[in-house]
């Protein structure tokens, strides 16, 4: 054990009461839906009634998969106003975008700089040709796409307050548990959509969930492959993989087993990342002491304040074997109980852990 791992994280309690009551929540809940979707995302019977997700990389020609999935937009309908961030193709703007018959809206667009090539430009696309089969309050909304003038652009709803790690970090200790367990919830939805299309993630971290003004959380970044290129925090691994490894189910650091299985693990570290108001997963610890530590057992302890309920769906979600991770409809559904029943968060892991020291008797 390094020496950032005995100070900073605790084995995990397996005899924990809480934990029994958490695990034997998420087994009742395992219904024949969830088998269903379990054999869909083996590539298996689609759900009626949802489509599912198209990879644009099927298609011969990624341009026709632009045209089904976007609509191309007249670039005299938007207004550029600043420039907000840089984006691995070139600027991000916000700006307003008019609709004949409709109202203005505030719109962040994504540019394509000059001077690229062909390949650059479908894998710029591609993210619009994914982003535009989604259709969910908690997945960040694609207006449309610039294509047949230059700058090509991506065009997207506004998110007033950025990226949800930022956010966080500005805004220290400001929020309830409720205001907390609801953003969760709403990442939870978002995750239980795009799992239900069949899309897997790969990089769920807070830094690639929106905020926008009312408080609402929406998953963004899509784009495969290209994700974790774009992701400072990937690193490539020993097979060459590039993977962001603090956010990442160790099967699929392990040999790329990728899944809406490995997608709930994530959800576990975004949990804890907005419970601990945008802290660095595993701390300075470098990747390959939190990839032994994960492998010998450890996990990240509870964030302060955090209610016991949230820490145990936390561990629920790093379990090593993948298909006893909660489904994101459990997650979703556990979290909705929760905020009906506010007291179900009071109890907290540090008085909990006080109670355990001051009783002599306890046994785990
Ligand atoms: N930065 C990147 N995308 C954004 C968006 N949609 N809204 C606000 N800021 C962003």
């Given at each position: 054990?390094?020496?950032?791992?005995?100070?900073?994280?605790?084995?995990?309690?397996?005899?924990?009461?809480?934990?029994?009551?958490?695990?034997?929540?998420?087994?009742?809940?395992?219904?024949?839906?969830?088998?269903?979707?379990?054999?869909?995302?083996?590539?298996?019977?689609?759900?009626?009634?949802?489509?599912?997700?198209?990879?644009?990389?099927?298609?011969?020609?990624?341009?026709?998969?632009?045209?089904?999935?976007?609509?191309?937009?007249?670039?005299?309908?938007?207004?550029?106003?600043?420039?907000?961030?840089?984006?691995?193709?070139?600027?991000?703007?916000?700006?307003?975008?008019?609709?004949?018959?409709?109202?203005?809206?505030?719109?962040?667009?994504?540019?394509?700089?000059?001077?690229?090539?062909?390949?650059?430009?479908?894998?710029?696309?591609?993210?619009?040709?994914?982003?535009?089969?989604?259709?969910?309050?908690?997945?960040?909304?694609?207006?449309?796409?610039?294509?047949?003038?230059?700058?090509?652009?991506?065009?997207?709803?506004?998110?007033?307050?950025?990226?949800?790690?930022?956010?966080?970090?500005?805004?220290?200790?400001?929020?309830?548990?409720?205001?907390?367990?609801?953003?969760?919830?709403?990442?939870?939805?978002?995750?239980?959509?795009?799992?239900?299309?069949?899309?897997?993630?790969?990089?769920?971290?807070a830094r690639n969930i929106l905020v926008n003004s009312n408080l609402v959380c929406k998953v963004s970044d899509f784009g495969l492959s290209r994700v974790l290129e774009d992701d400072p925090e990937a690193a490539y691994t020993t097979t060459g993989g590039?993977?962001?490894?603090?956010?990442?189910?160790?099967?699929?650091?392990?040999?790329?087993?990728?899944?809406?299985?490995?997608?709930?693990?994530?959800?576990?570290?975004?949990?804890?990342?907005?419970?601990?108001?945008?802290?660095?997963?595993?701390?300075?610890?470098?990747?390959?002491?939190?990839?032994?530590?994960?492998?010998?057992?450890?996990?990240?302890?509870?964030?302060?304040?955090?209610?016991?309920?949230?820490?145990?769906?936390?561990?629920?979600?790093?379990?090593?074997?993948?298909?006893?991770?909660?489904?994101?409809?459990?997650?979703?559904?556990?979290?909705?109980?929760?905020?009906?029943?506010?007291?179900?968060?009071?109890?907290?892991?540090?008085?909990?852990?006080?109670?355990?020291?001051?009783?002599?008797?306890?046994?785990?």
């Amino acid at each position: 054990m390094t020496h950032a791992g005995h100070f900073v994280l605790s084995p995990i309690l397996i005899s924990d009461l809480l934990m029994a009551l958490c695990q034997w929540y998420f087994k009742a809940k395992m219904t024949s839906e969830d088998k269903r979707r379990t054999d869909y995302q083996n590539g298996h019977v689609p759900f009626p009634g949802i489509k599912a997700y198209v990879d644009p990389d099927t298609y011969e020609d990624p341009t026709q998969a632009v045209h089904e999935f976007t609509k191309e937009i007249d670039p005299s309908r938007i207004r550029i106003e600043r420039v907000i961030g840089a984006g691995e193709f070139g600027e991000v703007c916000s700006g307003r975008l008019r609709t004949p018959g409709k109202k203005e809206i505030a719109v962040a667009i994504k540019t394509l700089k000059g001077g690229y090539v062909e390949r650059q430009r479908r894998d710029f696309l591609r993210e619009a040709s994914i982003m535009g089969q989604f259709d969910h309050p908690n997945i960040i909304r694609l207006e449309g796409v610039v294509t047949k003038s230059r700058p090509v652009m991506i065009v997207v709803e506004y998110m007033e307050n950025g990226s949800l790690d930022s956010f966080l970090r500005q805004h220290d200790g400001h929020f309830t548990v409720i205001q907390l367990v609801g953003m969760l919830r709403g990442i939870a939805a978002g995750m239980k959509y795009l799992s239900d299309m069949g899309y897997v993630h790969r990089d769920l971290a807070a830094r690639n969930i929106l905020v926008n003004s009312n408080l609402v959380c929406k998953v963004s970044d899509f784009g495969l492959s290209r994700v974790l290129e774009d992701d400072p925090e990937a690193a490539y691994t020993t097979t060459g993989g590039k993977i962001p490894i603090r956010w990442t189910a160790p099967e699929a650091i392990a040999y790329r087993k990728f899944s809406s299985a490995s997608d709930a693990w994530s959800y576990g570290i975004v949990m804890w990342e907005v419970m601990s108001y945008g802290e660095r997963p595993y701390w300075e610890m470098s990747n390959q002491d939190v990839i032994l530590s994960i492998e010998e057992g450890y996990r990240l302890p509870a964030p302060m304040g955090c209610p016991v309920a949230l820490h145990q769906l936390m561990l629920h979600c790093w379990q090593k074997e993948r298909n006893h991770r909660p489904k994101f409809v459990d997650i979703v559904s556990f979290l909705d109980k929760l905020i009906r029943n506010p007291s179900s968060l009071l109890p907290l892991v540090e008085d909990l852990q006080r109670y355990r020291t001051a009783d002599v008797l306890v046994k785990h």
